[in-house]
Protein backbone atom coordinates (compact mmCIF):
# COMPACT_ATOMS: atom_id res chain seq x y z
CA UNK A 1 0.00 0.00 0.00
CA UNK A 2 1.11 3.42 -0.89
CA UNK A 3 1.84 5.79 1.82
CA UNK A 4 -0.79 7.75 2.77
CA UNK A 5 0.71 11.03 3.99
CA UNK A 6 0.83 13.04 0.62
CA UNK A 7 1.50 16.79 1.77
CA UNK A 8 0.88 18.13 -1.57
CA UNK A 9 -2.54 16.99 -1.81
CA UNK A 10 -4.85 18.88 0.51
CA UNK A 11 -8.90 19.80 0.35
CA UNK A 12 -9.73 23.55 -0.53
CA UNK A 13 -13.88 23.37 -1.80
CA UNK A 14 -16.62 21.06 -0.83
CA UNK A 15 -20.30 21.93 -2.39
CA UNK A 16 -23.44 19.90 -2.55
CA UNK A 17 -23.26 19.32 -6.43
CA UNK A 18 -26.65 17.50 -8.45
CA UNK A 19 -26.93 14.94 -5.24
CA UNK A 20 -23.17 14.54 -5.11
CA UNK A 21 -20.30 16.34 -3.21
CA UNK A 22 -18.10 18.17 -4.71
CA UNK A 23 -13.87 18.33 -3.80
CA UNK A 24 -11.36 19.75 -5.44
CA UNK A 25 -8.03 18.69 -5.04
CA UNK A 26 -4.80 20.02 -4.88
CA UNK A 27 -1.98 17.40 -6.49
CA UNK A 28 1.32 17.82 -7.58
CA UNK A 29 0.49 18.54 -11.35
CA UNK A 30 -2.51 20.82 -10.74
CA UNK A 31 -6.35 20.60 -9.01
CA UNK A 32 -8.41 17.78 -9.66
CA UNK A 33 -12.46 17.75 -9.05
CA UNK A 34 -13.61 14.91 -7.50
CA UNK A 35 -17.45 14.45 -6.89
CA UNK A 36 -18.49 11.67 -4.66
CA UNK A 37 -21.93 9.82 -4.67
CA UNK A 38 -22.88 7.60 -1.87
CA UNK A 39 -21.88 5.74 1.24
CA UNK A 40 -17.99 6.59 1.85
CA UNK A 41 -17.73 3.20 4.03
CA UNK A 42 -18.61 0.93 0.76
CA UNK A 43 -15.96 0.08 -1.94
CA UNK A 44 -14.71 2.96 -4.21
CA UNK A 45 -15.44 2.80 -7.46
CA UNK A 46 -13.80 5.66 -9.67
CA UNK A 47 -14.48 7.05 -13.00
CA UNK A 48 -12.60 9.11 -15.79
CA UNK A 49 -14.32 10.23 -18.33
CA UNK A 50 -13.17 10.73 -22.70
CA UNK A 51 -11.41 14.39 -23.70
CA UNK A 52 -13.88 17.47 -23.53
CA UNK A 53 -16.39 15.46 -21.23
CA UNK A 54 -17.07 15.38 -17.19
CA UNK A 55 -19.30 12.91 -15.18
CA UNK A 56 -22.15 14.85 -16.82
CA UNK A 57 -21.79 14.42 -20.09
CA UNK A 58 -19.93 10.67 -19.92
CA UNK A 59 -21.37 8.90 -17.38
CA UNK A 60 -25.11 10.69 -16.57
CA UNK A 61 -26.88 8.25 -18.64
CA UNK A 62 -25.31 5.04 -17.09
CA UNK A 63 -26.29 6.19 -13.62
CA UNK A 64 -29.94 7.81 -14.88
CA UNK A 65 -30.68 3.55 -16.51
CA UNK A 66 -32.03 2.67 -12.63
CA UNK A 67 -30.98 -0.78 -12.50
CA UNK A 68 -27.48 0.27 -13.17
CA UNK A 69 -27.62 2.70 -10.58
CA UNK A 70 -29.15 0.53 -8.08
CA UNK A 71 -26.20 -2.16 -8.54
CA UNK A 72 -23.36 0.53 -8.74
CA UNK A 73 -24.57 2.37 -5.96
CA UNK A 74 -25.83 -0.69 -4.00
CA UNK A 75 -22.55 -1.38 -3.66
CA UNK A 76 -19.94 0.93 -4.22
CA UNK A 77 -19.35 4.82 -3.04
CA UNK A 78 -18.76 6.33 -6.77
CA UNK A 79 -15.45 9.08 -7.47
CA UNK A 80 -16.11 10.53 -10.31
CA UNK A 81 -13.22 12.27 -11.49
CA UNK A 82 -12.64 14.76 -13.68
CA UNK A 83 -9.50 16.01 -16.41
CA UNK A 84 -8.35 19.37 -14.94
CA UNK A 85 -10.35 21.92 -16.18
CA UNK A 86 -13.17 19.61 -17.22
CA UNK A 87 -15.36 20.15 -14.58
CA UNK A 88 -18.38 22.59 -14.84
CA UNK A 89 -17.53 25.57 -14.44
CA UNK A 90 -13.72 25.21 -14.55
CA UNK A 91 -11.93 28.29 -15.21
CA UNK A 92 -9.16 28.51 -17.88
CA UNK A 93 -6.02 26.94 -16.58
CA UNK A 94 -3.25 29.47 -16.42
CA UNK A 95 -0.54 29.06 -19.64
CA UNK A 96 2.12 29.26 -16.79
CA UNK A 97 1.11 25.74 -15.74
CA UNK A 98 2.98 22.64 -17.85
CA UNK A 99 0.78 20.42 -19.48
CA UNK A 100 0.73 17.22 -17.74
CA UNK A 101 1.60 13.87 -19.28
CA UNK A 102 -0.59 10.99 -19.10
CA UNK A 103 2.20 9.57 -16.22
CA UNK A 104 1.17 13.11 -14.48
CA UNK A 105 -2.81 12.32 -15.04
CA UNK A 106 -2.27 8.28 -13.62
CA UNK A 107 -0.46 9.93 -10.95
CA UNK A 108 -2.88 12.09 -9.83
CA UNK A 109 -5.57 9.74 -9.65
CA UNK A 110 -3.10 7.93 -6.94
CA UNK A 111 -2.80 11.05 -4.69
CA UNK A 112 -6.55 11.64 -4.87
CA UNK A 113 -7.20 7.78 -3.90
CA UNK A 114 -4.15 8.42 -1.10
CA UNK A 115 -6.43 11.74 0.21
CA UNK A 116 -9.12 9.72 0.90
CA UNK A 117 -7.68 7.00 2.31
CA UNK A 118 -8.80 4.74 -0.31
CA UNK A 119 -7.42 1.18 -0.73
CA UNK A 120 -7.92 -1.01 -3.67
CA UNK A 121 -10.34 0.75 -6.16
CA UNK A 122 -12.57 -0.65 -9.30
CA UNK A 123 -11.94 1.76 -12.08
CA UNK A 124 -14.70 2.70 -14.85
CA UNK A 125 -13.39 4.55 -17.67
CA UNK A 126 -14.06 5.75 -21.19
CA UNK A 127 -11.34 6.38 -24.22
CA UNK A 128 -8.77 8.26 -23.12
CA UNK A 129 -10.32 8.32 -19.66
CA UNK A 130 -9.99 4.31 -19.73
CA UNK A 131 -6.34 4.69 -21.20
CA UNK A 132 -5.40 6.78 -17.97
CA UNK A 133 -7.08 4.19 -15.54
CA UNK A 134 -5.14 1.40 -17.39
CA UNK A 135 -1.60 3.34 -16.98
CA UNK A 136 -2.81 3.92 -13.50
CA UNK A 137 -3.46 0.09 -12.98
CA UNK A 138 -0.24 -1.16 -14.86
CA UNK A 139 1.67 1.95 -12.57
CA UNK A 140 -0.12 0.84 -9.39
CA UNK A 141 -1.15 -2.43 -9.89
CA UNK A 142 -2.03 -3.08 -6.02
CA UNK A 143 -4.29 0.30 -6.35
CA UNK A 144 -6.94 -1.67 -8.61
CA UNK A 145 -8.97 -4.51 -7.89
CA UNK A 146 -10.94 -4.57 -11.55
CA UNK A 147 -11.23 -2.57 -14.49
CA UNK A 148 -14.44 -1.32 -16.82
CA UNK A 149 -12.98 0.17 -19.83
CA UNK A 150 -15.54 1.63 -22.55
CA UNK A 151 -13.99 1.86 -26.29
CA UNK A 152 -10.72 2.58 -24.36
CA UNK A 153 -7.41 3.46 -26.22
CA UNK A 154 -3.99 1.26 -25.48
CA UNK A 155 -1.96 2.09 -28.36
CA UNK A 156 0.05 5.20 -29.44
CA UNK A 157 -2.45 7.29 -31.81
CA UNK A 158 -2.45 6.04 -35.62
CA UNK A 159 -1.98 8.09 -38.01
CA UNK A 160 -5.50 8.90 -38.60
CA UNK A 161 -5.78 9.22 -35.17
CA UNK A 162 -2.75 11.76 -34.69
CA UNK A 163 -4.15 13.42 -38.15
CA UNK A 164 -7.73 14.19 -36.76
CA UNK A 165 -5.76 15.53 -33.38
CA UNK A 166 -4.00 17.90 -35.04
CA UNK A 167 -7.06 19.43 -36.60
CA UNK A 168 -9.43 19.32 -34.06
CA UNK A 169 -5.61 21.40 -31.86
CA UNK A 170 -5.61 23.49 -34.44
CA UNK A 171 -9.16 24.60 -34.07
CA UNK A 172 -8.91 25.14 -29.89
CA UNK A 173 -6.63 27.04 -30.37
CA UNK A 174 -7.34 29.48 -33.45
CA UNK A 175 -10.93 29.10 -32.76
CA UNK A 176 -11.76 27.63 -29.23
CA UNK A 177 -15.27 25.20 -29.08
CA UNK A 178 -16.35 26.49 -33.17
CA UNK A 179 -19.45 24.51 -34.59
CA UNK A 180 -16.26 22.52 -36.92
CA UNK A 181 -14.56 20.99 -33.34
CA UNK A 182 -17.71 19.93 -32.07
CA UNK A 183 -18.62 17.47 -35.23
CA UNK A 184 -15.26 16.42 -34.60
CA UNK A 185 -15.86 15.34 -31.07
CA UNK A 186 -19.10 14.06 -31.89
CA UNK A 187 -18.29 11.97 -34.55
CA UNK A 188 -15.77 10.47 -31.82
CA UNK A 189 -18.34 9.87 -29.39
CA UNK A 190 -21.60 8.50 -31.02
CA UNK A 191 -22.55 6.50 -33.82
CA UNK A 192 -24.63 7.55 -37.08
CA UNK A 193 -27.69 6.56 -35.79
CA UNK A 194 -28.10 9.55 -32.93
CA UNK A 195 -26.25 12.20 -34.17
CA UNK A 196 -28.54 12.07 -37.07
CA UNK A 197 -28.52 13.76 -40.12
CA UNK A 198 -30.56 16.04 -42.85
CA UNK A 199 -33.53 13.80 -42.41
CA UNK A 200 -33.55 12.98 -39.17
CA UNK A 201 -32.69 15.18 -35.82
CA UNK A 202 -30.10 14.58 -33.11
CA UNK A 203 -31.23 12.53 -30.63
CA UNK A 204 -31.45 14.11 -27.18
CA UNK A 205 -28.76 13.23 -25.52
CA UNK A 206 -26.24 14.50 -28.30
CA UNK A 207 -28.21 17.84 -28.11
CA UNK A 208 -27.28 17.75 -24.08
CA UNK A 209 -23.60 17.08 -25.06
CA UNK A 210 -23.21 20.06 -27.43
CA UNK A 211 -24.91 22.53 -24.58
CA UNK A 212 -22.12 20.77 -22.24
CA UNK A 213 -19.08 21.16 -24.81
CA UNK A 214 -20.45 25.07 -24.82
CA UNK A 215 -18.96 25.34 -21.23
CA UNK A 216 -15.61 23.70 -22.04
CA UNK A 217 -12.52 26.05 -21.52
CA UNK A 218 -11.06 25.18 -24.80
CA UNK A 219 -7.25 25.55 -23.70
CA UNK A 220 -8.32 23.29 -20.72
CA UNK A 221 -9.55 20.69 -23.70
CA UNK A 222 -6.45 21.42 -25.98
CA UNK A 223 -3.88 20.48 -22.79
CA UNK A 224 -5.69 17.26 -22.04
CA UNK A 225 -5.84 16.22 -25.94
CA UNK A 226 -1.92 17.16 -26.18
CA UNK A 227 -1.47 14.57 -23.19
CA UNK A 228 -3.27 12.00 -25.21
CA UNK A 229 -1.63 12.49 -28.20
CA UNK A 230 1.38 12.32 -26.77
CA UNK A 231 0.70 8.59 -25.37
CA UNK A 232 2.56 5.43 -25.44
CA UNK A 233 1.43 2.10 -26.34
CA UNK A 234 0.53 0.55 -23.24
CA UNK A 235 0.68 -3.48 -25.09
CA UNK A 236 3.93 -5.01 -23.41
CA UNK A 237 2.23 -3.95 -20.42
CA UNK A 238 -1.25 -5.40 -20.97
CA UNK A 239 -0.24 -9.18 -21.02
CA UNK A 240 1.46 -8.38 -17.38
CA UNK A 241 -1.74 -6.90 -16.26
CA UNK A 242 -3.68 -9.65 -13.83
CA UNK A 243 -7.10 -7.80 -12.54
CA UNK A 244 -10.11 -8.83 -13.91
CA UNK A 245 -11.18 -6.37 -16.92
CA UNK A 246 -14.59 -5.79 -18.99
CA UNK A 247 -14.08 -4.29 -22.12
CA UNK A 248 -17.56 -2.46 -23.77
CA UNK A 249 -16.89 -1.27 -26.82
CA UNK A 250 -20.14 0.16 -29.77
CA UNK A 251 -19.70 -1.56 -33.60
CA UNK A 252 -19.16 2.26 -34.53
CA UNK A 253 -16.42 3.55 -32.64
CA UNK A 254 -13.85 5.16 -34.36
CA UNK A 255 -11.46 3.03 -31.69
CA UNK A 256 -13.35 -0.25 -32.16
CA UNK A 257 -10.33 -1.85 -33.84
CA UNK A 258 -8.32 -0.36 -30.72
CA UNK A 259 -10.47 -2.24 -28.38
CA UNK A 260 -10.28 -5.63 -30.35
CA UNK A 261 -6.51 -5.44 -30.33
CA UNK A 262 -6.25 -4.86 -26.38
CA UNK A 263 -8.62 -7.65 -25.76
CA UNK A 264 -6.11 -9.85 -27.52
CA UNK A 265 -3.12 -8.60 -25.43
CA UNK A 266 -4.80 -8.96 -22.33
CA UNK A 267 -4.29 -12.19 -20.32
CA UNK A 268 -8.06 -14.23 -20.96
CA UNK A 269 -8.78 -15.61 -17.92
CA UNK A 270 -8.88 -12.13 -16.53
CA UNK A 271 -11.19 -10.37 -19.57
CA UNK A 272 -13.70 -10.26 -21.77
CA UNK A 273 -14.95 -8.12 -24.30
CA UNK A 274 -18.88 -7.42 -25.26
CA UNK A 275 -19.30 -5.61 -28.43
CA UNK A 276 -22.24 -3.33 -28.37
CA UNK A 277 -24.59 -2.96 -32.17
CA UNK A 278 -25.24 0.00 -33.57
CA UNK A 279 -24.08 1.71 -30.68
CA UNK A 280 -20.79 4.45 -31.11
CA UNK A 281 -17.80 5.08 -28.17
CA UNK A 282 -19.96 6.26 -25.21
CA UNK A 283 -21.81 3.14 -24.59
CA UNK A 284 -22.67 4.65 -21.02
CA UNK A 285 -24.31 7.23 -22.49
CA UNK A 286 -25.78 5.63 -26.09
CA UNK A 287 -26.68 2.36 -24.73
CA UNK A 288 -26.21 1.81 -20.84
CA UNK A 289 -28.68 -0.47 -20.66
CA UNK A 290 -26.67 -2.32 -23.18
CA UNK A 291 -23.59 -2.91 -19.80
CA UNK A 292 -26.19 -4.01 -16.93
CA UNK A 293 -26.02 -7.84 -17.42
CA UNK A 294 -22.35 -7.95 -18.43
CA UNK A 295 -21.60 -5.91 -15.09
CA UNK A 296 -23.93 -7.62 -13.10
CA UNK A 297 -22.12 -11.42 -13.88
CA UNK A 298 -18.65 -9.34 -13.89
CA UNK A 299 -19.35 -7.73 -10.35
CA UNK A 300 -20.97 -11.34 -9.05
CA UNK A 301 -17.03 -12.29 -9.50
CA UNK A 302 -16.32 -10.04 -6.53
CA UNK A 303 -19.14 -11.33 -4.25
CA UNK A 304 -21.06 -7.87 -4.92
CA UNK A 305 -25.34 -8.41 -6.36
CA UNK A 306 -28.04 -6.32 -6.96
CA UNK A 307 -30.52 -4.83 -4.20
CA UNK A 308 -32.96 -7.39 -3.16
CA UNK A 309 -35.79 -4.97 -4.68
CA UNK A 310 -34.37 -5.93 -8.59
CA UNK A 311 -34.12 -9.89 -7.74
CA UNK A 312 -37.17 -10.22 -9.55
CA UNK A 313 -35.09 -8.57 -12.69
CA UNK A 314 -34.51 -11.20 -15.31
CA UNK A 315 -31.34 -9.88 -15.65
CA UNK A 316 -30.56 -9.88 -11.61
CA UNK A 317 -28.95 -12.27 -9.90
CA UNK A 318 -30.90 -13.59 -6.35
CA UNK A 319 -28.01 -13.50 -4.12
CA UNK A 320 -24.43 -14.55 -4.43
CA UNK A 321 -25.15 -18.09 -2.59
CA UNK A 322 -27.79 -18.87 -5.59
CA UNK A 323 -24.53 -17.96 -8.44
CA UNK A 324 -23.21 -21.22 -10.13
CA UNK A 325 -19.78 -21.73 -8.54
CA UNK A 326 -17.99 -21.35 -11.66
CA UNK A 327 -19.62 -17.81 -12.43
CA UNK A 328 -17.33 -17.29 -9.36
CA UNK A 329 -14.09 -18.29 -10.84
CA UNK A 330 -11.02 -15.88 -11.95
CA UNK A 331 -11.24 -18.08 -15.36
CA UNK A 332 -14.98 -16.60 -16.08
CA UNK A 333 -14.23 -13.27 -13.42
CA UNK A 334 -17.63 -13.93 -12.92
CA UNK A 335 -18.76 -13.24 -17.01
CA UNK A 336 -20.65 -16.20 -18.44
CA UNK A 337 -19.45 -15.01 -21.94
CA UNK A 338 -18.18 -17.20 -24.72
CA UNK A 339 -16.49 -16.42 -26.37
CA UNK A 340 -14.19 -13.44 -25.24
CA UNK A 341 -15.52 -11.56 -28.03
CA UNK A 342 -19.69 -10.95 -27.48
CA UNK A 343 -21.99 -9.02 -28.95
CA UNK A 344 -24.98 -7.85 -27.18
CA UNK A 345 -28.17 -5.59 -28.49
CA UNK A 346 -29.69 -3.20 -26.16
CA UNK A 347 -31.66 -5.71 -24.27
CA UNK A 348 -29.74 -8.62 -24.08
CA UNK A 349 -26.38 -10.73 -24.31
CA UNK A 350 -26.42 -12.88 -27.88
Given at each position: MADLSVDSV???????????????????????????????????????????????SCFQGLFFCPEAAALLLHNFCVYHISPPGHELGAAAISEGFPVPSVDDLADQILEVLNYFRLGAVMCMGVMAGAYILTLFAMKYRERVVGLILVSPLCKAPSWTEWLCNKVMSNLL??????????????????????????????????????????????????RFLQA?????????????????????????????????????????????????????SIVTE????????????????????MPSQYSGSPRSPLSPTCIAPELLSPESMGLKLKPIKTRVTSQRLH
Open positions: CLDVETIYLGGKEHIVRTGTGSVSVIIYGDPEKPALITYPDLALNHVYYYGMCGLLKECLLYRYYSKEVRGNAEVPESDIVQACRRLLDERQSANVLIDRRADLSDGLRKLKCRTLIFVGDSSPFHSESLDMIAKLDKRYSALVEVLDCGEQPQAMLTSMEYFLMGYGLH
